[in-house]
């Protein structure tokens, strides 16, 4: 039996609840410490006497989400044909579809980084800096752009090795280069006096040393070799990154437009404060909910194996797992945050600005936060088996559809405290679309060859 015969038996013959725990502990282990690194830079860029240069990373984050909305969308797109290839046993078409999607990201994130930097100072006033914040942002800006290359295709190597059933080769690349940031940040930004430019430096060097691991991993365990030679520049091809990537890049895209939408209408109000209050914000929920997103790329594999295998009772099962796990986790971690939420913004950035209106907006989006299992295993779901338009709507819906109209609508009505209240709003809102979706994508997934 070959390597890859026997990765087939192992994603679709143990009992689903026992490999999604299997395959998520490295994932969560991932997300948690990318989590914690992407907090890292807030964190020691915090530790200086400059509320414009915290301002800062916040809008550049709207830069950081494009390139990885690239990395996202040509490693889930990929990625999600791959595991079904693997679990119709083509070999061949996965291999194909792993290098064409990963030299069409390096590619891409070629392109970025060119016409970013060609752009520069328009680009940071387009993201939300102010003039107070200017400088700050182009020195960060300027820095990570450089990185855009490897920081696409290291997203993709870790989405398609994630795919194949290898999350152990995709943690250690993730964490090698989260611990390399970690360790970097205060050099650089504090015993250097690099500033708000070290923490750029040291977020592109850690991608790298990240994108060099990956790169090994795909050569060992079985895992498809990239070739340049295995490129295919057929629209098949590409037609299948577009569904399977779409929902992400719609995800990630919108959430750099909300992002830019916020620094515009959080400056208007308060300048480099309020940024930094909702920046702070960002980093705490997304370090909140690195669990369950971590939970959640461990099930993805194993629906796309199964669902290409036609096991179908396997997939169903694997979701409501995913959900009820999720969910009591969310419950936990949003009472905690809710009761600390001063304490938690104030170790970023002790400023009373800062953190009055950063734990307020902190208990808003806890009272909403449980939400977010239903919708982002449902959406999980529809994009690892290749339905696209729910999941594209669903992934659009939370950080777009529903947040920048929020944004604009409740900070007009009600001033800051609309600001500290729109993602929130958001989450209910994109809730009570997804159950009545996805109940349906269950309801008929039997009736639909995959």
Not at 150 to 158: G, K, R
Not at 385 to 411: C, E, M, N
């Amino acid at each position: 039996m070959t390597l890859q015969e026997q990765k087939f038996k192992q994603m679709t013959e143990p009992p689903v609840h026992k490999l999604i725990c299997k395959l998520a502990i490295p994932c969560i282990i991932s997300m948690l410490v990318t989590s914690f690194y992407n907090m890292a830079d807030t964190y020691f860029v915090g530790m200086m006497d400059s509320t414009a240069a915290t301002g800062a990373v916040g809008v550049v984050f709207a830069m950081m989400a494009i390139i990885q909305a690239v990395g996202f969308f040509f490693g889930h797109g990929s990625g999600n044909y791959i595991s079904r290839m693997l679990g119709k046993q083509n070999h061949q078409e996965a291999s194909v579809m792993a290098s064409t999607g990963f030299f069409s990201a390096l590619a891409t994130g070629v392109l970025i980084c060119v016409v970013g930097e060609f752009f520069l100072e328009p680009l940071a006033f387009l993201l939300g800096a102010t003039n107070a914040m200017l400088k700050d942002t182009k020195a960060y800006l300027g820095v990570i752009l450089l990185g855009a290359p490897w920081m696409t295709a290291s997203l993709v190597l870790n989405n398609q090795l994630r795919y194949q059933g290898s999350a152990m080769y995709a943690m250690v690349g993730i964490v090698a280069g989260a611990v390399i940031n970690i360790g970097l940040d205060p050099l650089l930004i504090l015993y250097f006096d690099m500033g708000v430019a070290g923490a750029g430096w040291a977020t592109i060097i850690s991608q790298f040393i990240s994108f060099c691991i990956l790169l090994i991993g795909c050569s060992k365990g079985g895992n498809l070799r990239l070739q340049f030679g295995a490129i295919r520049l057929k629209w098949i091809y590409f037609k299948n990154i577009i569904q399977g990537g779409l929902p992400s890049l719609a995800r990630q895209s919108l959430a750099s437009v909300a992002a830019m939408c916020l620094n515009h209408v959080a400056g208007d109000l308060g300048d480099a404060a309020v940024i930094a209050a909702m920046t702070v914000v960002q980093r705490i929920m997304m370090f909140g909910a690195s669990t369950m997103i971590g939970f959640g790329q461990g099930f993805q594999p194993v629906c796309g194996f199964n669902y290409g295998a036609g096991l179908y009772d396997r997939v169903k099962k694997g979701f409501w797992f995913c959900v009820k796990t999720s969910l009591g986790v969310l419950v936990g971690v949003s009472v905690l945050m809710f009761i600390f939420a001063p304490e938690m913004v104030k170790w970023f950035r002790d400023d009373p600005a800062v953190y009055t209106c950063g734990a307020a907006a902190l208990r808003f989006q806890c009272i909403s936060f449980p939400a977010q299992s239903w919708i982002v295993m449902s959406n999980m779901m529809e994009q690892s088996i290749g339905r696209t338009a729910p999941a594209t709507f669903l992934s659009a819906a939370r950080q777009g559809i529903f947040f920048i109209p929020s944004v604009f609508i409740l900070s007009s009505c009600f001033g800051l405290l609309g600001i500290q209240m729109a993602q929130a709003a958001a989450d209910l809102l994109t809730l009570v679309c997804a159950i009545p979706i996805h109940l349906h994508v269950m309801k008929t997934m039997t009736k639909r060859q995959p």
